[in-house]
């Protein structure tokens, strides 16, 4: 290789930092081109994705750090940020601003500066500048901040030649805010009692303790001591009584200013070029009357990609033709030939088979529609077309005691609950985070499910399928009004940045499918087999009978159902989808007639998803929150089974 | 106003306080004779009230017309200054500030009395020359008002009171919870900054700085704007 002859320096860290939805990981996909780690930040459920920079000379370590508006954090992912910036105090920083929000931009440069990070700043998003009439004299701004300025257009690769060309030119950036004289003074006088070894960054540390950061302490504190921290809180409260309000507010202000300074020599923008395309079509998204159009549009595309081609057709292809013609008669054959048909055998590819069911259910059935929903989700992700629908559905979901932000996860929820009990990370309360993981676990059908039930619904009445969707919408509304207002704790502010609309680019989706579907096979399909063993030993012991004979009068009594419809329910604790497929299969003989399909069905919705799912709330929720919540679930489910069966009995109605 | 607000204060402040009376009272088309006044502000006649109208008529503020007690023009001048100062401070306290009324009126009652002409038009000006206090009584122009030959500006509103296309300078934030402040200020909505209103239904959406925000109507609610001129 050639740079094995370039003399080994050391190689410096790298951090790439940036407000939310201005690129930083398109930037960071194109520096690194390699393996990325991407493991939560210590402590915290942030994930922070680090990869050794093959683009950049001695392929130095490159961290993508959480967006971020102010280094004072006001969330976990800005915490993590401004945590990694104060833990990496020789690294070189690598800004990431969108062109068309300078203000923003160099609002966290002046921030920088103040830590005396050394840093070059990206000048992205140049494309959507362009569109909007937004101008930036580049030069200008390079020449005042002193530091390199590079225009760059990430996603087409635009401008990233230039980055390591300049990055050894990187320096603290020369944007300072002049405050008040009460400031001043007082952010001497704490710096005076920081260590040392702080160095430059002792000015923003002060300035960051001024502003009552409490978040900042974990860090500080070892390194100073109570009786320090005790005499910057004095400080504090002299200057405030002073200025008469919150030195945090008096600190932003004065930055901003700053910012305004140098925006009105540098940044122009033109009115005219407004109303483009891109823009009456996102608002559009939003109206109240055309953005429902838009919405049904979606769903639409939803149902023919992953419903129709994910679901129908590429299931057949792979269950039908690869695994029910080729590998499981071939398995079969051959672990018979070898071992005879014995308990061995009976374990791999029998009824309760590790190949038979646990690999044909996950790699044939559920793989090829979550991969589907997967590349549909991506779509939906890098369009910009989710928070446009967290705008639409917010009041919605008020209801529920959520907000617009809930939306992701609960849309990410139709494709695989289990995933989007993970994502239940991004939203800022914990008491959002247990209503979110509730909600899901209750009456979120995911893709695999969904498949199986609308298959059967299908030959149901259209009133069936009717009373089915109102019933689990009408019991999701109910629980999450009731939980609301149960749980303790305040749900968060709805206030969320709309990125524009952006064409989504195919080679960033195929990554984010490939990472996703990867993550589902390494966590999902471990999972299939436990649960096939459960099911295979059950089976085996004669336990699984008895278990359905406990269950009869509950199921064939309360909720009017055949007999066998409770060996159904029982599958169902492990896989929810699999209950509903043993539900189809009874449909199919015809032991179901469409009241018993309906409340069947309800009950099979309304359970506790699957294995990993529970299995994943017990890691994100706690082993009390998730048993509870099951606790909860699984008696409700079949109490709202046997209403509905009650009341469409009672009222003599017939599907 | 109660006796112990009329005698634990200055003195100019209990002479203001019967100004504003009289002044009212002749506003609501009626006259107060002696005794009505006294019953109105709640004191007897060794309470020291009589002193103060003793001194108002001395000064030629007051002229006493049989029973009846009437502002002279310099006395009606002073006088709806101090109604023009406290009917300020309500718009500002209640509809700005959003005091409950209760404490508005106290707060009104106390700043009636120390705004200088100057300050009143500063306050008059930055509440965009509002026609009527929160009562619905008609606040006296000022100077700052009658300079104005177009029509004025609308009230400072709330962000939620614009309507979809209009752009408006954000002139105050009061937020609910103090962490709000600075989240909407690290966005950029902080005084100054210009907001173009994009949509109210189904959530509120502005644009700031080229970037569009959603906002929950309870967080706009807290974002006090004066509408500017189209671009």
């Known amino acids: 290789m050639a740079h094995t002859a370039v003399p080994r320096t050391s190689p410096q860290r790298l951090l790439l930092v940036g407000n939310p939805n201005v690129g930083k990981s398109v930037i960071f996909g194109a520096l690194s081109k390699t393996y990325v ?124 030649d230039q980055i390591p060309k300049r990055l050894p030119e990187a320096a603290v950036a020369r944007l300072t805010a002049s405050y008040p004289q009460a400031i001043e003074e007082a952010c001497q006088k704490i710096e005076a009692l920081l260590p040392a ?69 540098t940044f122009a923008a033109d009115r005219a070029a407004y109303g483009s395309f891109r823009e009456t079509l996102g608002a559009l998204t939003m109206h109240p009357v055309w953005g429902v159009f838009f919405l049904a549009l979606v769903l639409a595309a939803a149902y023919l990609f992953v419903g129709v081609f994910g679901a129908g057709t590429l299931v057949d292809l792979i269950e039908d033709d690869l695994f029910g013609k080729v590998i499981n008669p071939t398995a079969q054959r051959f672990f018979t030939a070898v071992f005879g048909s014995g308990p061995f055998t009976q374990l791999l590819v029998g009824p309760y088979g590790v190949i038979t069911m646990a690999l044909t259910y996950s790699l044939a059935i559920v793989l090829p529609v979550v991969a589907t929903f997967f590349i549909f989700f991506g779509i939906l992700e890098d369009s910009g077309y989710l928070p446009r629908l967290a705008v639409m559905l ?32 991004i939203l800022p309360s914990k008491k959002e985070r247990v209503l979110v993981t509730l909600l899901l676990a209750l009456g979120v059908p995911c893709s695999a499910q969904l498949g199986v039930i609308l298959a059967m619904l299908s030959n149901v009445s ?16 109910g629980v999450g009004w009731a939980a609301a207002r149960l749980l303790p704790g305040r749900s968060s502010d709805f206030l969320l940045e709309i990125p524009p609309l952006r064409v989504p680019q195919v080679g960033n989706i195929l990554i984010k499918t490939a990472a996703r579907t990867e993550w589902y096979l390494k966590e999902a399909v471990p ?37 066998e419809a409770a060996s159904s329910f029982l599958v169902g604790f492990l896989r929810r989808d699999y209950g509903a497929a043993g539900l189809y299969a009874l449909r199919d003989a015809g032991k179901l007639d469409g009241v018993q399909a309906v409340v069947s069905l309800v009950v099979i919705t309304l359970f506790v998803p699957c294995i990993a799912n529970f299995f994943m709330m017990i890691k994100e929720r706690g082993l009390a929150t998730a048993v509870a919540m099951v606790a909860f679930i699984v008696p409700f489910a079949f109490l709202v089974g046997g209403i509905l069966n009650l009341i469409l009995r009672l009222c003599g109605v017939a599907l | 106003m109660s006796q112990d607000v ?105 700043l009636e009395h120390l705004l200088s002409s100057e300050a009143a038009e500063a306050v008059c000006t930055f509440l965009g020359h509002p026609p009527v206090c929160p009562h619905g009584r008609p606040i006296p122009p000022g100077r700052c008002c009658q300079a104005l030959s177009r029509p004025q500006a609308p009230l400072l509103a ?45 959530s509120v959406v502005v644009e700031v700085d080229r970037t569009l925000l959603a906002l929950e109507d309870d967080i706009a609610a807290g974002i006090y704007v004066r509408p500017v001129a189209e671009w």
């Open chain 1, 527 to 563: 999972l299939f087999i436990l649960g096939t063993l459960v099911l295979f030993t059950l089976d085996a012991t004669g336990l699984l009978r008895v278990f359905a004979a406990l269950a009869r009068p509950v199921v064939s009594g309360f909720l009017g159902l055949p007999s």
């Open chain 1, 197 to 265: 070894h702080l160095g430059a960054a002792r000015r923003g540390v002060a300035l960051m303790l001024l502003a009552e950061d409490d978040s900042l302490l974990p860090w500080l504190l070892p390194q100073v001591g109570e009786g320090v921290l005790a005499e910057v809180g004095l400080i504090r409260a002299q200057v405030e009584r002073q200025l008469g309000r919150r030195a945090a507010g008096v600190l932003a202000r004065s930055r901003f200013r700053a910012v305004e300074e140098l925006l009105k020599e």
């Open chain 1, 394 to 425: 917010n009041r919605v979901f008020r209801a529920m005691g959520l907000n617009g932000k809930a939306v992701l996860p609960m849309v990410l929820g139709l494709g695989c609950d289990t995933m989007a009990t993970l994502t239940t990370r």
């Open chain 2, 6 to 110: 009329l005698l634990a204060k200055p003195p100019t402040w209990a002479r203001e306080e019967v100004l504003e009376e009289l002044w009212t009272a002749q506003e609501a088309q009626s006259l107060h004779s002696i005794s009505t006044l006294a019953r109105r502000i709640h004191a007897g006649p060794s309470e020291g009230w009589g002193g103060v109208v003793q001194e108002l008529i001395e000064e030629g503020l007051v002229a006493l017309d049989g029973e009846v007690l009437r502002l002279t023009p310099e006395g009606d001048a002073r006088a709806r200054e101090v109604v023009r100062n406290h009917r300020l401070a309500e718009v500002l306290f209640y509809q700005v500030l959003q005091l409950p009324m209760k404490d508005s009126e106290a707060e009104a009652c106390r």
């Open chain 1, 37 to 160: 780690t991407v493991a939560n930040y210590p402590g915290t459920t942030v994930e922070v994705a680090r990869a050794r920079a093959t683009a950049i000379p001695g392929a130095p370590e490159l961290v993508d750090t959480p967006g971020t508006n102010s280094l004072i954090p006001q969330s976990e992912d800005e915490q993590v940020t401004r945590d990694i910036l104060l833990r990496e105090p020789d690294a070189l920083v690598i800004q990431v601003g969108d062109t068309k929000n300078l203000r923003r931009t160099l609002y966290l440069t002046l921030q920088l500066a103040e830590l005396g990070r050394r840093q070059i700043l990206l000048l992205n998003l140049q494309d959507e500048a362009r569109d909007l009439g937004v101008r930036v004299d580049r030069g200008k701004l390079e020449a005042r901040l002193g530091i390199p300025v590079l225009p760059t257009t990430a996603i087409r690769g635009a401008g990233l």
């Open chain 2, 158 to 202: 709330p962000l939620t009171h614009l309507k979809p296309g209009q752009q408006a300078k954000v002139v105050l934030l009061a937020p609910k919870h103090r962490d709000r402040l600075e989240q909407l200020a690290d966005l950029g909505l902080t005084p100054g900054a210009v907001v173009h209103f994009k949509q109210k239904q189904p």
């Open chain 1, 462 to 477: 259209f009133w069936g399928t009717f009373i089915w969707a109102g019933v689990v919408a009408a019991t999701l509304f």
